[in-house]
């Protein structure tokens, strides 16, 4: 069974390759902000078969998610007991709307307390900015009761 998200397939960035890995792999193995300088780190490759157990298991209470908008694509991160996060972002649309597929884009350990409070503050504010446009979702509703 191939990896899904949502039921759409999940795709892998192939290109560029970097010595002779796909650089989504190698993305998801490797740390560094500059990505001809980066080094493989032993904890992702480690955790490299966490990336399909979260996917898998998205909805279950241990894994937090939310969506970003960055740039011109909607992100869903994926993030398990603070520790470890998944990154996708849609791609393509269906003419139902949806992703054609979804792209992994990274995968990571989130172990320094800065970065678990940067992540808290990203989720939250994702999070209040879902309800409030569903509060506003609502509020447009037709109301069915007389009136």
Same mark, same amino acid.
């Given at each position: 069974?191939?990896?899904?998200?949502?039921?759409?397939?999940?795709?892998?960035?192939? +290109?560029?390759?970097?010595?002779?890995?796909?650089?989504?792999?190698?993305?998801?193995?490797?740390?560094?902000?500059?990505?001809?300088?980066?080094?493989?780190?032993? !904890?992702?490759?480690?955790?490299?078969?966490?990336?399909?157990? &979260?996917?898998?298991?998205?909805?279950?209470?241990?894994?937090?998610?939310?969506?970003? +908008?960055?740039?011109?694509?909607?992100?869903? @991160?994926?993030? &398990?007991?603070?520790?470890?996060?998944?990154?996708? $972002?849609?791609?393509? #649309?269906?003419?139902?709307?949806?992703?054609?597929? %979804? @792209?992994?884009? #990274?995968? %990571?350990?989130?172990?320094?307390?800065?970065?678990?409070?940067?992540?808290?503050?990203?989720? !939250?504010?994702?999070?209040?900015?879902?309800?409030?446009? +569903?509060?506003?979702?609502? $509020?447009?509703?037709? $109301?069915?009761?007389?009136?």
């Amino acid at each position: 069974r191939k990896a899904a998200f949502k039921g759409r397939p999940i795709a892998v960035r192939k +290109q560029p390759p970097t010595d002779g890995k796909e650089f989504g792999f190698w993305h998801c193995i490797s740390t560094g902000n500059v990505e001809d300088d980066r080094v493989p780190d032993l !904890d992702r490759c480690s955790r490299i078969g966490w990336i399909r157990n &979260v996917i898998d298991n998205a909805n279950a209470p241990e894994v937090e998610t939310w969506t970003e +908008q960055r740039g011109p694509h909607v992100e869903h @991160l994926l993030w &398990v007991g603070e520790e470890f996060l998944v990154v996708l $972002s849609e791609r393509g #649309t269906t003419q139902a709307g949806n992703p054609d597929c %979804y @792209l992994l884009k #990274t995968a %990571y350990c989130t172990f320094r307390e800065h970065e678990k409070k940067k992540k808290r503050a990203a989720r !939250d504010a994702a999070r209040k900015a879902n309800a409030a446009s +569903q509060r506003e979702a609502a $509020s447009n509703t037709p $109301s069915t009761h007389g009136g």
